[in-house]
């Protein structure tokens, strides 16, 4: 890619428009479409909107069939979960809970906003798989009725070497990690290996110590290595802890 545009201003000029009417009525050769159109063919980006609480995707851009291999009229919550590799597919699920989870205190507290981006492997047009992150701003309106809408902006991120044990993890306010993704952005990392999830897996199921280490095949001394270095990596004060927070981010 020899050019993007790094901001997304005109994602906000989008919301601005057509949120009153919950997305409806979105024209193809709206100049503001077309323009979102694209930068988003240069930024190797398609994007969506939706209503978390009809649990709907509304309108989504061209590009979905050039990434996915799906019609932008066919795309579904359903169509997603089919492209995502099998090795995810357990946390796509944990964190579309939580996203959920997020959108109903909003709907109950009657206002926020809140950002969330993970990557993810996914299969593309070609059925091969690729790196993606997936950014989702998630709001409270009551116009045109009370919901959580959200604006979805999914980025081809194959040219940003991963860390194999890690991936990229936001929830939050600050909307300065909404923008074009770089090496900074996706630095902002879940701090815990492969193994050491899996570990904490299983702590939250109820094994001892030495059972977590027959499953993993792995020995006693190794697993009290891990939960050492999980305490002290999260700051927390005990494992209860520690699961309690994973739960409430959408990890466990």
């Known amino acids: 890619m020899t050019e993007t545009t790094l901001d997304y201003k005109i994602f906000f000029q989008l919301i ?3 949120g009153p009417s919950g997305f409806a009525g979105i024209a193809p050769d709206d100049p503001l479409m077309k323009e979102a159109e694209e930068i988003t063919e240069k930024n190797d980006q398609f994007f969506y909107f939706g209503d978390l609480i009809l649990f709907k995707i509304i309108y989504t851009s061209k590009r979905s069939l050039d990434m996915l291999g799906v019609e932008p009229a066919e795309l579904s919550p359903l169509k997603l ?15 579309k809970n939580l996203l959920m989870k ?3 205190k909003m709907l109950l507290a009657e206002k926020g906003h809140i950002l969330f981006s993970t990557n993810f492997k996914v299969k593309n047009a070609k059925g091969k798989f690729f790196n993606i992150l997936s950014q989702f701003y998630m709001y409270y309106s009551e116009v045109p009725y009370k ?3 959200v604006f979805e902006v999914h980025t081809n991120i194959d040219w940003c070497k991963q860390h194999k044990c890690c991936f990229h993890y ?11 993704p770089d090496k900074e952005l996706l ?3 879940n701090i815990f290996s492969k193994r050491e999830l899996d570990i904490i897996h299983l702590l939250e199921k109820g094994y001892s110590t030495e059972r977590i280490a027959e499953t993993l095949f792995l020995s006693p001394n190794t697993i009290k290595t891990h939960r050492r270095n999980m305490l002290h990596k999260s700051g927390k004060a005990n ?3 520690l699961i ?3 739960k409430e981010h959408g990890l466990l």
């Not at 979960?81 to 964190?95: A, F, K, S």
């Not at 936001?170 to 074009?180: A, K, V």
């Open 239 to 241: 494992i209860p802890e």
């Open 102 to 104: 997020s959108a109903h």
């Open 147 to 149: 919901s959580v809408f």
């Open 16 to 18: 601005e428009k057509y």
């Open 170 to 180: 936001y929830l939050g306010e600050d909307m300065s990690n909404f923008r074009y």
């Open 244 to 246: 309690y927070d994973l």
């Open 187 to 189: 630095r902002i990392e």
């Open 81 to 95: 979960y089919q492209v995502i590799h099998p090795d995810e597919l357990d946390r796509n699920i944990l964190l």
